[in-house]
T-cell receptor
Framework: EDQVTQSPEALRLQEGESSSLNCSYT??????LFWYRQDPGKGPEFLFT???AGEEKEKERLKATLTKKESFLHITAPKPEDSATYLC????????????FGEGTQLTVNP | GAGVSQTPSNKVTEKGKYVELRCDPI?????LYWYRQSLGQGPEFLIY????????DSGLPNDRFFAVRPEGSVSTLKIQRTERGDSAVYLC????????????FGPGTRLTVT
């Protein structure tokens, strides 16, 4: 059974204070690791897909990296509008097309 | 282009009633998914359609839950004899095809069973 654990549960940063969110996973044959952003009252918004260890992807102030056991979402010089819940999900080799999500990290960036 | 749309955005129903939730996927996406999200939790998989057929319904919690996608586009999630424990946000997502493609989510339907 695929498992995803995200840490920390909540993170408060000052504007401009860089940090990282962690996503640890257990899966049989990773076919993809996905990062989403979710604002209150809205559906998850797709950010990145990573397919193999060593892969990195960037978008504005966000950078996602992947190892064989975990993924990091690095946030550089965050702004208040980056405040949201960040969700990590995996697609395993035995899970068909269903994503298994972690519980998310709630990020608050104070001005 | 238009994203995934879901109606209604909110639904309040009494325990024991029947409800239908609708999802309109992104045009051209053959795969459609339903997830359920409780407060403070990540989405949990319910069912996956490839075209008109349910390719994986292993996440449906019991036989009160049923979903259809008769023409391979719009899908309806149906819940019979609703229970208070069914209260959650029901999310629909679509992707180009099944497998390791990005799944794009709709805004969700918040279901409250009183």
């Amino acid at each position: 059974e695929d498992q995803v654990t995200q840490s920390p549960e909540a993170l408060r940063l000052q504007e401009g204070e860089s940090s990282s969110l962690n996503c640890s996973y257990t899966v049989s044959g990773l076919r993809g690791l996905f990062w989403y952003r979710q604002d209150p009252g809205k559906g998850p918004e797709f950010l990145f897909t990573l397919y193999s260890a060593g892969e990195e992807k960037e978008k504005e102030r966000l950078k996602a990296t992947l190892t064989k056991k975990e993924s990091f979402l690095h946030i550089t010089a965050p702004k208040p509008e980056d405040s949201a819940t960040y969700l990590c999900a995996v697609l395993g080799g035995t899970s068909g097309s269903r994503l298994t999500f972690g519980e998310g990290t709630q990020l608050t960036v104070n001005p | 282009g238009a994203g995934v749309s879901q109606t209604p955005s909110n639904k309040v129903t009494e325990k024991g009633k029947y409800v239908e939730l609708r999802c309109d996927p992104i045009s051209g996406h053959t795969a459609l998914y339903w997830y359920r999200q409780s407060l403070g939790q990540g989405p949990e998989f319910l069912i996956y359609f490839q075209g008109t057929g349910a390719a994986d319904d292993s996440g449906l919690p019991n036989d009160r839950f049923f979903a259809v996608r008769p023409e391979g586009s719009v899908s309806t999630l149906k819940i019979q004899r609703t229970e208070r424990g069914d209260s959650a946000v029901y999310l629909c997502a679509s992707s180009l095809a099944g497998g390791p493609y990005e799944q794009y989510f709709g805004p969700g339907t918040r279901l409250t069973v009183t």
